[in-house]
Structures are given as structure tokens and as C-alpha cells.
């Protein structure tokens, strides 16, 4: 693999709309091109018989089933509440209209 040129890595800079000095091309591109040999190396494994993973142990799912359980009517949940419009919490505007649109 060629190792990533000081152009190729002002032009990464440039998409990415990074300033970076003359020093900084020349220092990135070392540790790019270390970088992209690794991954190149990673590439390389040949791994037919090894199945796609999303994590590197098992998971098992510890959610519990939802049961149905008593809750607080709307006027318990709003009992406490400073203010309430048609059963909701009424809160201070906080925007603008203009910013919030």
C-alpha cells in the first residue's frame, strides 16, 4: 500500500475544513499512513468460518415484561403542579416565537 501523501492529507483537511499547518501535513500523514496500514492488515484476516458480530461476548436481554400496573389519574399526576391547563402542566414560555419556529 503507497503511503498517503502530504497533498492527499491537505485535501482530507480541506473537506473536513481543518486548518492545519505545513508541520501538521507532514506529521499527519505518518500517522495516517500508520493507520491505514492497520487497517489494511485487519483486512487481510481471513475469516470465512468466523460468523459477523455486533459485540465481542454474548448479550442476553434483562428486560423485564411489561405488566400493567396502577398509575396516577391526571388530576393526582397534576395535584402538585404550580399551574395546569386542560390536563397538562403549564410552564413559562421560555422562546420566542421567532426562535422557536
Known sequence: M??????EVAHLARLS????TEEELGTLAGQLDVI???VAQVGEVTAADI???SH???LTN???DDVVAPCLSPQ????G???AEEQRFRVPRILDEDVAS
Open 2 to 7: 503507497a503511503a498517503i501523501s502530504r497533498e
Open 17 to 20: 475544513r481543518l486548518a492545519v
Open 36 to 38: 491505514l496500514q492497520a
Open 51 to 53: 460468523p459477523p458480530t
Open 56 to 58: 465481542s461476548v454474548p
Open 62 to 64: 434483562v428486560l423485564r
Open 76 to 79: 393526582e399526576a397534576l395535584s
Open 81 to 83: 403542579a404550580p399551574d
